[in-house]
């Protein structure tokens, strides 16, 4: 489905809700001077997605487009699932709906921010209607299932709103709350899950993002494929860290 562009939406309802998260400019509520704007609803364009994964196979040095499509997936839906969770956390619904929504990158195609407008309440629905199109381009792109891409929707919900919540001091609601949104979406998103390692809480993860199978990429500290215990090791390493 090619849904061409539309125009780019104003940002203000999120003033409100970035005014009430600290460092929001590093979790992409507020825009970066350099970044310029790409309509949301390009992302379900499966011709546009296309000519994404080919810059990044010249990038990557790699042809395996199930490969690039997850990587490009993972980035991206962390972006575009930031906004409507922060305002469902601070009490200013924002809108899940890709019409309503501007991305903004950098440089090189990297993307760094996400705006969009108030919501109308049923954020649940718009964000199921978003994802179901988004990720039907980007399986049309990558040659892929769509399921491992709703998989890693599910991490990108946990993990925008777990920063979130340690942005605004209050973890455990933030997490309960992506387990009530993701379940108000309903199928065929799975639930998120969060587990507490040395008194630090990080993503469950369900889905792999696949970087590790790009020439020089490693595989990541929580990643599923990973042991138990060597997961837990590293992640407990990383909790250290961060105490």
Do not use: N
């Not at 039907?136 to 491992?148: D, I, L, N």
Request: overall charge positive.
């Amino acid at each position: 489905m090619c849904t061409g562009d539309t125009a780019l939406v104003s940002g203000d309802a999120q003033v409100e809700v970035a005014a009430r998260v600290p460092g929001a400019a590093g979790l992409g509520l507020l825009v970066p001077p350099a970044a310029r704007p790409l309509p949301a609803v390009r992302l379900a364009d499966p011709a546009w997605t296309a000519g994404r994964l080919a810059e990044l196979a010249e990038r990557y040095r790699s042809d395996d487009r199930r490969v690039l499509a997850t990587v490009w997936w993972y980035s991206a839906s962390s972006v575009l699932l930031t906004p409507p969770p922060a305002g469902l956390l601070t009490g200013h619904p924002l809108s899940a709906r890709l019409a309503d929504t501007t991305l903004f990158e950098l440089p090189g195609g990297v993307l760094v921010a996400a705006t969009t407008t108030a919501g109308s309440g049923d954020v649940a629905g718009e964000l199921r209607t978003s994802l179901a199109a988004v990720v039907a381009a980007v399986a049309e792109a990558g040659g892929m299932r769509p399921r491992p891409l709703w998989a890693i929707a599910t991490d990108s919900l946990a993990g925008r709103l777990l920063a979130l919540g340690r942005a605004v001091g209050d973890v455990p609601r933030a997490t309960a709350l992506a387990a009530e949104l993701a379940a108000a979406v309903g199928p065929p998103l799975p639930a998120p899950g969060h587990v507490d390692v040395e008194g630090v809480r990080f993503v469950r993860r369900v889905s792999c993002c696949l970087l590790y199978r790009l020439p020089g990429q490693p595989l990541c500290a929580s990643c599923p494929r990973r042991p138990a215990a060597h997961r837990e090791a590293l992640l407990a390493d990383t909790a250290a860290r961060m105490r």
